[in-house]
């Protein structure tokens, strides 16, 4: 009486190696966008809490905090402008090498000042573009790019909001901007 030997062919290995590689050469270019999204968001959130952190504090202690931007990358600090003896001048601040180098941060106002009542020193309100050259173009059309830029967006009131700019958003959504 002869047993079957159990196990896998040569050929049916390889056959199964070559559906694993045709399935990761499918999933490679949608796994890299994501990433690149995720870098823009991380790097958007980052932004948006450090705003929310300076506004926060400014009510709190009742004095001018400011958040500064000081360049195109993703580092900030939240700073109280006139601190005491008593209490340190910088709050928070977050260096672009703990996120991504690949996020570009464009902004008109590289400090925003928010008073004791939570409201901003701006005449008009502060949009802060998070990108990511390196993903490629941001989309603004259902056939363009990949990637989902987001604007991060300070109104004279001191409100803070995240959005997308993506302009096939419908009317109501709250991630339009």
Request: charged share 10%; net charge positive.
């Amino acid at each position: 009486m002869r047993t079957r030997a159990s196990g896998m062919t040569l050929i049916e290995v390889l056959i199964s190696f070559l559906i694993v590689g045709v399935l990761l050469g499918l999933g490679v270019p949608s796994f890299t966008a994501w990433l690149q999204n995720v870098q823009v968001r991380n790097a958007a959130e980052s932004i948006f809490n450090g705003l929310q952190l300076a506004r926060a504090n400014a009510v709190q202690r009742n004095k001018a905090v400011s958040f500064t931007m000081p360049g195109p990358d993703s580092s900030w600090s939240v700073d109280v402008v006139a601190p005491s003896a008593f209490e340190p001048g910088v709050i928070q601040s977050r260096s672009a090498a703990e996120g991504t180098l690949n996020a570009v941060v464009t902004t008109t106002n590289a400090t925003i000042t928010f008073d004791g009542l939570g409201k901003t020193n701006l005449a008009a309100a502060a949009n802060i573009q998070v990108t990511n050259p390196t993903g490629g173009t941001c989309q603004v059309s259902s056939s363009s790019g990949r990637m989902r830029c987001l604007n991060v967006t300070v109104s004279v009131g001191g409100q803070v909001k995240m959005c997308d700019p993506y302009p096939l958003l419908v009317a109501g959504d709250s991630r339009k901007c």
